[in-house]
Structures are given as structure tokens and as C-alpha cells.
């Protein structure tokens, strides 16, 4: 069972660039979710991907967008990049028809913003 | 506005004592609680599910309890190693059309001692 890859695994950008982040999901599972984590506190939800579609955003600007593919691999984009956009972002995938099927997150990128 | 608090950052404690981590909510119906270790530079691991109508929950050394009339989770790790020592997050979902959209804690830092 091949789990949740995420790259890369580090990158710095300057202030106002865009970037793109990559997350493969776990083998059989068709749910991808993206997390902010600022240092030292809690991972917070950005949006949900279901079937390719989004499906529920938690408090992000709209600078902040996805994509599902086919494959159930996902991209998060950051436009405009700001300083508090540094941060881990970690992505989550699982089952949705499932039900409490918990988050399988790979190790994240870290990104940091100059 | 929705508040999840950890009791406290950081709690030390001697191998083999028994560990007592906190949760407790406000502003929030959850109808599942999840607590997932996190270590340096990693993602979240998934430890534990409880749900709205379960008091409690074991596995292994790790125990959970969930009382939503007083809006708390507590998460025991008993017989404490040095090898527990790492940061762990509560986490709640609603359920439904926000299933899988977790909130997140702040995280606890625990440290066991040899």
C-alpha cells in the first residue's frame, strides 16, 4: 500500500510569486483535503476535493485554489504569495463513502515565503 | 465562533506514568473526535476515533473518552515510553456534508522522561 507523497518537500518563494504544491493520494482512496500548518499550532482545513470536485473550503481567500485529477492526485496553487502564506501544508487523503474513514497525511511541504 | 483547546503546550511526564492530554470545545457539535500524533517534520498520524455516542474507546495502551455535555475529550497513554514523546492533536468533525473537514487543536507537546 503506497501512501500519501507530497512534493516538494521544501521551497521558498519571494512575496507576490505563485506556487504549486503536489500530493499524491493513497492507493484506493478517492478524497483529497489540503491543511495550512503555521508553527506551533494545529493544522487548519483549506478545501476538500471529491471526484475532482471541490467539496467544502474552510477561511482561505480565493488566491488559494485546487485541482483533482482522474487519478485522484490533487495541486494546490497559492497566488500573490504574502509572508503568513509560509507555513507546512499538508495534504490528507480518504475514503468519503467510507464514513469515518480518518486522514492519511503525508509529511507536507514546507513552504517559505520572503 | 467554533474553539477547540488543548489544556496545555507542553506536559513532561515519567516513563511509565500514565499521560492525560485535554480537549475541550466550544461553539461546536461534533460527531466524531479523532486524536492523531504528529512528530518533528512529519504529518499527523491517525491514533484514535470516538463518536458523538461512544464514552469511550481503547487501543492498546491508548485510551479516549468523549463527554459532550461537558464538550471534552481525554486521550491516556498509559504506560508511558520514551518513544510517546512527540506532539498530539485533537481534532472534530460534524459529519455529513463536512465529514472528513477537520478542526484542529493547538497541539500538545508531550516529553517522556526515561
Known amino acids: 500500500e503506497t501512501g500519501v507523497t507530497q512534493s516538494p518537500t521544501h521551497l521558498i518563494k519571494t512575496r507576490g510569486q505563485q506556487v504549486t504544491l503536489r500530493c499524491s493520494s493513497q492507493s484506493g482512496h478517492n478524497t483529497v483535503s489540503w491543511y495550512q500548518q503555521a508553527l506551533g499550532q494545529g493544522p487548519q482545513f483549506i478545501f476538500q476535493?471529491?471526484?475532482?470536485?471541490?467539496?467544502g473550503r474552510g477561511n482561505f481567500p480565493p488566491r488559494f485554489s485546487g485541482l483533482q485529477f482522474p487519478n485522484y492526485s490533487s495541486e494546490l496553487n497559492v497566488n500573490a504569495l504574502e509572508l503568513d502564506d509560509s507555513a507546512l501544508y499538508l495534504c490528507?487523503?480518504?475514503?468519503?463513502?467510507?464514513?469515518?474513514?480518518?486522514?492519511?497525511f503525508g509529511n507536507g511541504t514546507r513552504l517559505t515565503v520572503t | 465562533s467554533q474553539k477547540i483547546e488543548q489544556n496545555s503546550e507542553a506536559l513532561n511526564i515519567q516513563e511509565g506514568k500514565t499521560a492525560t492530554l485535554t480537549c475541550n470545545y466550544t461553539?461546536?457539535?461534533?460527531?466524531?473526535l479523532q486524536w492523531y500524533r504528529q512528530d518533528p517534520g512529519r504529518g499527523p498520524v491517525f491514533l484514535l476515533l470516538?463518536?458523538?455516542?461512544?464514552k469511550e474507546k481503547r487501543k492498546e495502551r491508548l485510551k479516549v473518552t468523549f463527554d459532550t455535555t461537558l464538550k471534552q475529550s481525554l486521550f491516556h497513554i498509559t504506560a508511558s515510553q520514551p518513544a510517546d514523546s512527540a506532539t498530539y492533536l485533537c481534532a472534530l468533525d460534524s459529519g455529513g456534508t463536512s465529514y472528513g473537514k477537520l478542526t484542529f487543536g493547538q497541539g500538545t507537546i508531550l516529553t517522556v522522561h526515561p
Open positions: 476535493y471529491y471526484r475532482e470536485e471541490e467539496n
Open positions: 490528507a487523503s480518504s475514503t468519503l463513502e467510507r464514513g469515518q474513514s480518518p486522514l492519511h
Open positions: 461553539n461546536y457539535s461534533p460527531a466524531y
Open positions: 470516538i463518536r458523538e455516542n461512544e
